[in-house]
């Protein structure tokens, strides 16, 4: 079995990432949509920007400690990826994030921070 990553990764809209600061979790719409918050590994984050964020600005990265988190983390295969991807099972507490940096997704699909 593979180790798992000390940290995971979730680019989130600044404007989500604001309200979560006056508030004690992290939350998306995907929670209540598909029952999970879509996270990746380090190696990973570079597709995810290209596949589903060219071309967009406002966002920020986050940096993850998954033992922080304190809800089920489970590694599911995404359709048509061929890999695993780290899904958060609940809301993610501000105090796991342990990194937010303002990024920007350009028209090639590269994170410019």
Do not use: N
Request: with cysteine.
């Amino acid at each position: 079995m593979q180790a798992r990553p000390h940290r995971i990764l979730h680019i989130a809209t600044r404007t989500d990432w604001k309200a979560a600061a006056s508030s004690s979790d992290y939350t998306v719409a995907t929670l209540e949509t598909e029952g999970f918050i879509h996270c990746a590994e380090p190696g990973q984050i570079d597709g995810v920007a290209a596949r589903y964020f060219r071309g967009c600005s406002e966002l920020v990265l986050l940096e993850v400690d998954p033992d922080r988190v304190g809800v089920r983390i489970v590694w599911e295969e995404s359709a048509g990826a061929g890999q695993t991807y780290p899904h958060v099972y609940g809301p993610i507490p501000v105090a796991a994030v342990t990194s937010a940096t303002d990024i920007t997704v350009d028209a090639e699909g590269v994170i410019r921070h």
